[in-house]
């Protein structure tokens, strides 16, 4: 199922995440895989997630600029790709 | 910054950390990082391996490789497994399957927080044996049914690529397949036992050249990114392609000390030990080595090479124990480079070894081949 910006999705419950540096570490218990989240704001709105109806409304309310946003649902779509994502 | 400078620069926690738990083995393979047989009577204690693995939960270190030595010998093997799991540490442990009986089997298949890796260093017993010893394929092969039979899973086969068993790597592929398993293929490094066979065992040239090609055909074949040096053939190999250590990598030894990979056991990569004050934690983030380790490294005699971005100059254990300087090319440069640095090395100081644990030195080959 393609990735869209207009529903709700959380974090899988076997994920977790690490602060860095560079932003987090996501780590799946499930899939033993490993993803790179390399932008603060970006581990923010994952966080974020599950208090949202959707996720356009999750990058507003993190005060995303607008133009970051395709770069941002692209992130996104490849961690919901890679099961690191679910819909709520 | 690209992720590779991002990893560069250090991690909180590493991600990949090993962590051998004995230098007790019944095997006495000529390729032993750890020159591993007997047990230092300083290994961690039970409630010292249990304060190590609170200590990764709290850092997050999401999932331990154990290894050894043979892991399974110590007696609190299958105890500390289970506090990992229980701890939210995932593991991933190697074995030469002597101790995968039926009932272990079973047990292990039972959790999903465990991945286990047999090793074995031949498609056949001739090959495996010559450098694992007497009986150990017949050993591997059984743990590998005990696991097929506990319906364990997707379990791994873990393979050091050596110049005997390169020739043999669709037969690998085919046990694998046989088994359900994942193959996983690692590069021979001269470290322990292995500085005194790599002479002898290290992958020729064309040979080095035969597997970039079939890696690149296979990239669902694990590598723990351990052929970035191969990377300067052409096209990257999957992975992350840089030398992780003390960056992204570390190791614990049976003693508690912390060492910058699994492949330098040397006090000069020696950073620091888990029973110091502030124990592991303390060690990743402040060690002066580890913080130098971090810092932007030098491309060395590599700088003009129009490949460094590449092999960013190969593996430091590789370097370190053939006698090269670590800012010099990889011994196996596939340029190269590195061949000559080798044989100049060998003919002046002898290269640097680390401890032996060897039950009975030296270690002989079961046969010249």
């Known amino acids: 199922m393609a990735f869209d910006i207009d529903r709700a999705y959380r974090l899988h419950d076997r994920v977790a995440l690490r602060p860095e540096p560079f932003g987090a570490l996501a780590y799946h218990y499930g899939n033993r895989r490993l993803n790179f989240v390399r932008a603060h704001d970006l581990v923010t709105v994952i966080e974020s997630l599950a208090q949202h109806d959707t996720v356009r409304s999750a990058f507003a309310s993190a005060g995303i600029d607008a133009r970051r946003w395709p770069a941002f649902e692209k992130a996104l779509a490849s961690l919901a790709a890679s099961d690191f994502l679910v819909v709520a | ?369």
């Open chain 2, 1 to 369: 910054m690209s992720l590779s400078a991002d990893m560069k620069a250090g991690l909180q926690a590493p991600i990949c950390l090993t962590w051998e738990l004995t230098y007790a083995c019944n095997l006495q393979c000529v390729h032993c990082l750890s020159s591993s047989g007997r047990r230092d009577p300083h290994e961690l204690t039970t409630s010292e391996a249990e304060a190590v693995i609170d200590e990764i939960q709290r850092m997050k270190v999401f999932y331990v490789n154990i290894g050894g030595g043979e892991p399974t010998i110590r007696p609190d093997f299958w105890h500390l497994v289970d506090y990992c799991v229980d701890h939210n540490v995932g593991v991933k442990f190697s074995t030469n399957g002597s101790r995968i009986d039926a009932a272990a089997a079973r047990e292990l298949a039972l959790s999903d927080y465990v991945d286990i890796q047999i090793s074995i260093d031949g498609s056949d017993a001739a090959t495996n044996d010559h450098v694992r010893g007497e009986g150990s394929f017949a050993t591997a092969l059984r743990a590998m049914d005990h696991l097929a039979d506990a319906d364990f899973g997707e379990f791994k086969i873990s393979v050091v690529m050596t110049r005997h068993n390169i020739g043999q790597l669709d037969r690998f592929a085919a046990l694998a397949d046989r088994y359900g398993a994942q193959l996983r293929l690692t590069r021979f490094r001269p470290s322990g036992r292995g500085a005194d066979s790599w002479h002898e065992l290290h992958p020729s040239d064309p040979q080095q050249r035969r597997l970039y090609q079939w890696l690149l055909d296979r990239p669902d074949v694990l590598t723990g990114d351990s052929f970035f040096h191969l990377s300067a053939l052409g096209d990257p190999l999957p992975g992350l392609n840089l030398c992780g250590a003390g960056r992204v990598v570390c190791l614990i030894d049976p003693v508690g000390d912390v060492y910058a990979c699994p492949f330098v056991l040397h006090d000069d990569f020696r950073a620091g030990n888990v029973r110091d004050t502030g124990g592991f934690e303390n060690v990743w983030r402040h060690s002066e080595l580890f913080a130098e380790m971090r810092e932007p490294q030098s491309a060395g005699a590599c700088g003009s090479c129009g490949q460094f971005d590449a092999c960013q100059g190969g593996c430091m254990a590789a370097k370190f124990f053939t006698g090269i300087p670590l800012d010099g090319p990889d011994p196996e440069c596939v340029l190269g480079h590195g061949e000559e640095l080798v044989s100049a090395a060998a003919t002046a100081a002898k290269p640097p070894a680390g401890a032996d644990h060897s039950r009975s030195a030296p270690v002989k080959f079961l046969g010249r081949r």
